[in-house]
């Protein structure tokens, strides 16, 4: 068996309240993550008792506020900032158990001192310079309760000073800690972990062993490290005798975020939680990068293996970053992923076996790819393509046209066959969903986009390959000379001789016109504007009146015209086009472009900051569709010092920071592209007043002009939403300013659940004039959407298993159970690494 399986169930009977002995905690809770008072039971978290750490030099730094969370305990010093010089002053503090982190945030050119008291004299447990962001000192295996910081002096020898902003102290995890919350009546089981697959003694240490040597322990001083941090692509295959998933997995990904985000080149780590090499590891192009595993979860026997792969499969996946994509279609398995070469890595395998059918790198111009979805029996692929970046913005869809059957029985020349049925959009596809007879598709901006995420609409189905003209209807005759609309009502295709081979029999129905319609379709129409005969059954009666056709003479047959062969009737845009030709009555149709319905500048007031929203999950449910917005923690600061240079380090990085923060929006629609139209905004930002602190409301305007320089350095204006609504159930990130991803929906046992990912676990030690509070909900938060009126209560709010784990990457429902992959950036971490669980409804619909 490959990877870690087990097996951890955890039902608890609701939502812990905090009491009496959580106050200041929840204190801080509320101000920092803008928790109100009445949204208190949604911290869902149990902090067993809070204490003050005792500190000689208190009246400098402030008390050291300590709060044990069930699994490690945290303590930071007050927000106050204060200069200190060489050997002036000893900051003594004590902990209450094992520390194994110690952090300090302020700025320094010097060197400072951490030391313990080990009951007879003072240790130094290590000697560093201090970061704006944070220095982190680990301190494994030294129990001593007692601590002082000194100032050393530089190498110079002249006296350093100091200016700490915050004190933070992380305690030796408890691996035997609770594991988690959910609502009441749900169960949740962990059954794997990633395995440990490296040996890691430091930042391009020649010691490091990657691969680890699978059942082998690791070399003394060394940590183990699991890079694969998440289960990325995830679909399932079953019939009456198998039961499979299929998911492959992506290592690393937040230390490759942050040198495609932020550009860095410097090692970056928090000693026991995670490491990114970075530049500094250079046997690869992303220093972090190291192949995705694909596995198989067997759900019947709880059995996980990883699949024989050929010698080609093999190079192929040695070259992908990551396996993202995932879809199943009449037994073929696909995982996918964008590789080192430019192109998309696809492996197919047989769903009831196992077996690898074939892998290739699928070089057609696309560089990204995404969700894949069924759609009105055809699979479609949300994709990105880098040529087309540069022109329309980069989105579009791909529509599978193999033949599983002849797969299956081992012709594989269909294997690899796709048609480009959508384009246009400004940024790559990243969600599909099936909506009101269309396809959805929600968008991320790329370095080429004008704008930030949206939501863009297809024309009506079944999409057209584009560019290339399709036949969409004939009348199946073989002698056709002409076609007649006939003084009674009737479409007639004849002979030259004027015999009938094909009638609508609409005689003497009281027929109007023949419309022909930009997708293709010929409709007969009544005085009442119903469809007497289409060209495709079920046609649904279009309002001509709404749909205004521009061009009535090009659209429109009327009692009494005929159209002959070698003559054209074009649609109102010219998309499709009617004829006689090669002795029958063809409809052949182009590609319609997809239409942007909403984009993130509808609702964003700074235009600037749009630019930077990514679109999240995408559902439809009961009539609405609903999606979320996504937001890269800090991408607005990387962006604005890549776009304008700005040193976010000498000038005001904590204002850019967290005024320029968002958290998840979420929303739905319906009868979108309509005049009928609605869009609401369920969880968002509002109105934000002047004069209000830094930091304190998320929602803001700060840029003069389009995009224009920041004004007077972060003194922002605050302004409404530009849809003008009061979100209607609460703010941004679900109340949780750091609920930054609405990463994933799924229809599960007649409700809507919605996970996220919370920064909250994994933030460094941050100031707490930020604004963030890191103690609210660690860990990857999951809802559902309360059917009866629309608001979310929390199923669990801390990782369900691990804190760790802070995102919801992927769902899915397979035989009444709904499978959930999580994300985690924890690679040193014992307790890090993605996680594939069970969630079971108590009661099943």
Known sequence: MN???NTRTRTVPGLFIPGSKTLTSIAL???FS?????????LGRDRPGEYTVSATSADLIGPVSYINDGRRWTAWSNRRSDTFYNDSVNVEFE?????????????TGKLITLEYFDGTDWQVAGSYHVTLFGTVQSVDNITAKKWRLRNGRGLDNDPASLTISELNMYGTPNPNAPVGNTRDGDTVIELAQAPVDECYFGVADPRNIYPKPENEPCPAGSKEKRNESYLWGLTAYSDENVSNLYFGTGANVFCIGLQNYAALQIPLALPNSWACQNG?????ELGDQRPPSIYIYDTKTDEMTKPAITAKAEKIRENTIGLRSAGQYEGIVFLARPNSNKAISLFAFNGATGELLDATSYDAGFTS??????????LHLAVGSAELARSSGGGAMLRWKGEPEAILNGDLSTLWDFDLVGTGMDAEATELEYFEGRIFAASWPNQFSKQGGGLWQSPDLPLSTDGTAELVWEAGVTDADHVTFTAEGNLEVLTSGGMVLFESATAGMGAESLVFHDNGRLAIYGADDSVLWSSEEGFAPVDLEVNAISVESATRLYPGDTL?????LQSASGFATLAVADGDLEVTSKSIPWTRVWGAEDYEPDAYIATTYGMGATVAKDGWIYWGTMHVPATQLFKYVVDYGYQVVSRHPVKLMTNGARAASFFRARNLGTPAQEIEVLYGGYKMTDGAKPGEYPVHQFYEGEYGYLRNMGDYKYEMNKMGQVPKYGREGFNNALNKYLWNMINYNGDLYIGTFDLGEDLLPMPQNYGLNTEAAPGADMYKLDTENGAVEPVFLDGAVSPTSYGIRNTIVVDGAMYIGTASNASLDPDGGWR????TADELD
């Open 3 to 5: 990877g870690n399986t």
């Open 29 to 31: 809770a509320m101000a």
């Open 34 to 42: 803008q928790v109100q008072a009445a949204d208190i039971n949604l």
């Open 95 to 107: 902990v209450p158990s094992q520390v194994s982190s110690i952090s300090v945030q302020g700025s």
């Open 280 to 284: 500094f590891r250079n046997d690869r």
């Open 369 to 378: 790819v995404r969700k894949m979805k069924e759609i009105e029996g055809k």
């Open 564 to 568: 002959y062969a070698g003559e054209t």
């Open 836 to 839: 594939l669980m069970k969630l």
